[in-house]
């Protein structure tokens, strides 16, 4: 690790670089009270600093919380490029294992954040790295082809550019001719075609060509999408209160196993469908209504009438 100290009344700010596994080092500032280990926030953000500055850090250390925010890959001040979603997973890794070998670090980690932010703890959360006891995404979706990128088969123009826009920017350090010229008129930037030409952006996120590229590429989506690997996180509380450890999952069906619709059309890879979709006509009419509560967690299996979507139970 290396940095530099600032200090604060309550708590020191460090500037740190984590070492990634192919030699890289992401950046981040670590804000932490000094004495023993504690345990340890970790935001991981692709976005600016004056993004980061309404991130609960001082609210966190108020709680007994050391945090470490760090700049994603090829952002900010941290090697490399960004390749929208495909790194996070082993960099959030590399990460959290770095963060549980040091000092002042308790073994236990939390992370934290929304949208990308979220996204970032979604890329880790399947895996069950040591150390990881928490998560609290929010605005964050699991499937980034049918649940982000693209609805119904229709390309999410006016997301992707407005997203693609904001982070270009950040990663030019301002805007440039090109990304000005499409600032000032959003609707032109809408039109043009062919979608895949973009200056302004193209040169700066790769990933606004190969969503176009690899619109019907499955293998792509799956890797760096979380929706295949919810069930092996997934933890419920009993009406007791205590800890169900049964790693509630989803019944699948083989039907969807890792292809979509020529047609373009819908695609059940929600929980809710492929739940509908594994469960028999028959076990579905005796369960009746939806409106009983599981005996095993005493919630409502709102998403199966067979499985409970807390614990798993039938």
Same mark, same amino acid.
């Given at each position: 690790?290396?940095?530099?100290?600032?200090?604060?009344?309550?708590?020191?700010?460090?500037?740190?670089?984590?070492?990634?596994?192919?030699?890289?080092?992401?950046?981040?500032?670590?804000?932490?009270?000094?004495?023993? =280990?504690? &345990? /340890?926030?970790?935001? @991981? $953000?692709?976005?600016?600093?004056?993004?980061?500055?309404?991130?609960?850090? +001082? #609210?966190?250390?108020?709680?007994?919380?050391?945090?470490?925010?760090?700049?994603?890959?090829?952002?900010?001040?941290?090697?490399?490029?960004?390749?929208?979603?495909?790194?996070?997973?082993?960099?959030?890794?590399?990460?959290?294992?770095?963060?549980?070998?040091?000092?002042?670090?308790?073994?236990?980690?939390?992370?934290?954040?929304?949208?990308?932010?979220?996204?970032?703890?979604?890329?880790?959360?399947?895996?069950?790295?040591?150390?990881?006891?928490?998560?609290?995404?929010?605005?964050?979706?699991?499937?980034?082809?049918?649940?982000?990128?693209?609805?119904?088969?229709?390309?999410?123009?006016?997301?992707?550019?407005?997203?693609?826009?904001?982070?270009?920017?950040?990663?030019?350090?301002?805007?440039?001719?090109?990304?000005?010229?499409?600032? =000032?008129? &959003? /609707?032109?930037?809408? @039109? $043009?075609?062919?979608?895949?030409?973009?200056?302004?952006?193209?040169?700066? +996120? #790769?990933?606004?060509?190969?969503?176009?590229?690899?619109?019907?590429?499955?293998?792509?989506?799956?890797?760096?999408?979380?929706?295949?690997?919810?069930?092996?996180?997934?933890?419920?509380?009993?009406?007791?209160?205590?800890?169900?450890?049964?790693?509630?999952?989803?019944?699948?069906?083989?039907?969807?196993?890792?292809?979509?619709?020529?047609?373009?059309?819908?695609?059940?890879?929600?929980?809710?469908?492929?739940?509908?979709?594994?469960?028999?006509?028959?076990?579905?009419?005796?369960?009746?209504?939806?409106?009983?509560?599981?005996?095993?967690?005493?919630?409502?299996?709102?998403?199966?009438?067979?499985?409970?979507?807390?614990?798993?139970?039938?």
């Amino acid at each position: 690790m290396t940095g530099t100290l600032e200090g604060t009344e309550n708590h020191v700010v460090e500037s740190v670089r984590v070492p990634m596994r192919d030699g890289a080092r992401l950046a981040g500032r670590l804000h932490r009270a000094p004495g023993g =280990a504690r &345990p /340890v926030l970790l935001i @991981r $953000t692709p976005y600016a600093e004056p993004m980061s500055r309404t991130l609960p850090v +001082l #609210p966190a250390l108020d709680a007994g919380f050391s945090v470490l925010v760090q700049e994603c890959r090829g952002t900010g001040r941290s090697d490399g490029e960004l390749r929208t979603f495909e790194n996070e997973t082993s960099d959030g890794l590399d990460t959290l294992a770095w963060l549980v070998a040091q000092p002042w670090c308790d073994g236990r980690i939390a992370m934290f954040g929304m949208s990308y932010l979220g996204m970032a703890q979604l890329a880790v959360s399947g895996h069950r790295p040591p150390g990881l006891v928490a998560l609290a995404p929010t605005v964050t979706p699991d499937d980034y082809r049918d649940g982000l990128v693209y609805r119904q088969g229709a390309f999410q123009l006016g997301q992707a550019v407005g997203w693609h826009l904001l982070t270009a920017a950040q990663l030019a350090g301002g805007p440039t001719p090109a990304l000005g010229r499409l600032l =000032a008129d &959003p /609707v032109a930037a809408y @039109r $043009t075609l062919p979608l895949a030409d973009r200056p302004g952006i193209s040169e700066f +996120l #790769p990933s606004w060509r190969t969503w176009l590229d690899r619109e019907d590429d499955p293998a792509y989506w799956h890797g760096i999408s979380y929706a295949s690997r919810r069930a092996t996180c997934r933890r419920c509380t009993s009406a007791a209160g205590s800890t169900c450890s049964c790693a509630a999952r989803w019944p699948t069906s083989p039907r969807w196993a890792g292809t979509w619709s020529s047609a373009r059309g819908p695609t059940p890879t929600s929980p809710v469908s492929r739940a509908r979709s594994s469960t028999p006509a028959a076990v579905r009419r005796r369960s009746g209504s939806n409106s009983s509560n599981c005996g095993s967690c005493g919630n409502r299996p709102t998403r199966c009438r067979r499985h409970c979507h807390r614990c798993g139970s039938t």
